[in-house]
C-alpha cells in the first residue's frame, strides 16, 4: 500500500486538491488520504463545498506522497510550525514531494524548496522567489523528488506525471484516458502571455486584494 497524503485546510481550492485525487486515487495500489491539523470538514474559499479530512497531522507522519493545494487558506499555514514541522518531517522521508498552485508558498516557507527550481500560479511567482525558491514558468517543475505544478488546473498534468514516475506510463496513460482527460478549452486565454492585459490587470488586482485580506 503506498500512502499519499493530501493537506487540506479551510479556504484551499477544491480543483487543488481534487484534481490530483482524481488522479492517484487510480493507481494501483494507492491509498489516498486527506490529512489536516485536525480531522473533519474544511470549507474550500468559495465557503459551498466541504471536503473530509479523515486523519490528523499527527496520525499519519510518514507519506510517501505528499501534495500541498493552494487556496488563500493556506497563508495562515506558512506560519504555523506545527504545519512546518509535519512537511519537513514528512519531506525527509517522502518518496515524492509535491505542490499546486499556491501550495508551493507553504513548501518555501518550511524551507524544502530553498534553492529549489519550481512553480505557483503566474501572480504568485515573486513571492515564490522571495521564500528562496527559483520560479520557473512551467506548468509542472521537477526538481529531485520534488514536483511543483502551476495554478489550480495544472494539478492533473502534475498527477498524470507523477503516475507515470510511480507506476508507468502505460498506468499514466491509462488513468488519462479514464478520466478522459483532453483539453480543449473554448478560449485561449489560460496563460498570462495569451490572454488579453486587461484580463491580465483584472486577476492581478485580484489576487492582490486576496493577498491584503490574508494579511
Same mark, same amino acid.
Given at each position: 500500500?503506498? #500512502?499519499?497524503?493530501?493537506?487540506?485546510?479551510?479556504?484551499?481550492?477544491? =480543483?487543488?486538491?481534487?484534481?490530483?485525487?482524481?488522479?492517484?486515487?487510480? +493507481?494501483?495500489?494507492?491509498?489516498? #488520504?486527506?490529512?489536516?491539523?485536525?480531522?473533519?470538514?474544511?470549507?474550500?474559499?468559495?465557503?459551498?463545498?466541504?471536503?473530509?479530512?479523515?486523519?490528523?497531522?499527527?496520525?499519519?507522519?510518514?507519506?510517501?506522497?505528499?501534495?500541498?493545494?493552494?487556496?488563500?487558506?493556506?497563508?495562515?499555514?506558512?506560519?504555523?510550525?506545527?504545519?512546518?514541522?509535519?512537511?519537513?518531517?514528512?519531506?525527509?522521508?517522502?518518496?515524492?514531494?509535491?505542490?499546486?498552485?499556491?501550495?508551493?508558498?507553504?513548501?518555501?516557507?518550511?524551507?524544502?524548496?530553498?534553492?529549489? #527550481?519550481?512553480?505557483?500560479?503566474?501572480?504568485?511567482?515573486?513571492? =515564490?522567489?522571495?521564500?528562496?525558491?527559483?520560479?520557473?514558468?512551467?506548468?509542472?517543475?521537477?526538481?529531485?523528488? +520534488? =514536483?511543483?505544478?502551476?495554478?489550480?488546473?495544472?494539478?492533473?498534468?502534475?498527477? =498524470?506525471?507523477?503516475?507515470?514516475?510511480?507506476?508507468?506510463?502505460?498506468?499514466?496513460?491509462? +488513468?488519462?484516458?479514464? +478520466?478522459?482527460?483532453?483539453?480543449?478549452?473554448?478560449?485561449?486565454?489560460?496563460?498570462?502571455?495569451?490572454?488579453?492585459?486587461?484580463?491580465?490587470?483584472?486577476?492581478?488586482?485580484?489576487?492582490?486584494?486576496? #493577498?491584503?485580506?490574508?494579511?
Amino acid at each position: 500500500m503506498m #500512502r499519499i497524503a493530501i493537506l487540506i485546510f479551510d479556504g484551499l481550492t477544491a =480543483l487543488d486538491a481534487i484534481g490530483p485525487y482524481e488522479v492517484l486515487s487510480r +493507481i494501483p495500489g494507492a491509498e489516498v #488520504r486527506f490529512v489536516a491539523k485536525e480531522a473533519g470538514p474544511k470549507r474550500t474559499d468559495t465557503g459551498f463545498l466541504g471536503l473530509e479530512a479523515d486523519v490528523a497531522l499527527a496520525d499519519l507522519a510518514e507519506p510517501e506522497v505528499l501534495v500541498v493545494p493552494g487556496g488563500k487558506g493556506n497563508r495562515p499555514l506558512m506560519d504555523d510550525s506545527e504545519v512546518l514541522d509535519w512537511l519537513r518531517a514528512a519531506h525527509e522521508s517522502s518518496t515524492w514531494t509535491t505542490s499546486v498552485c499556491t501550495g508551493a508558498l507553504v513548501l518555501a516557507a518550511s524551507g524544502i524548496l530553498a534553492g529549489k #527550481r519550481a512553480t505557483t500560479h503566474w501572480a504568485y511567482m515573486d513571492r =515564490l522567489m522571495e521564500l528562496g525558491a527559483e520560479p520557473v514558468g512551467e506548468r509542472v517543475v521537477e526538481d529531485g523528488k +520534488i =514536483l511543483t505544478a502551476a495554478g489550480v488546473s495544472s494539478g492533473i498534468d502534475m498527477a =498524470l506525471t507523477l503516475a507515470a514516475r510511480l507506476a508507468g506510463e502505460r498506468v499514466a496513460q491509462a +488513468i488519462q484516458l479514464g +478520466i478522459e482527460y483532453d483539453p480543449d478549452p473554448p478560449f485561449d486565454t489560460g496563460a498570462p502571455h495569451k490572454a488579453p492585459q486587461e484580463l491580465v490587470d483584472l486577476i492581478r488586482s485580484s489576487e492582490s486584494e486576496a #493577498r491584503k485580506t490574508a494579511q
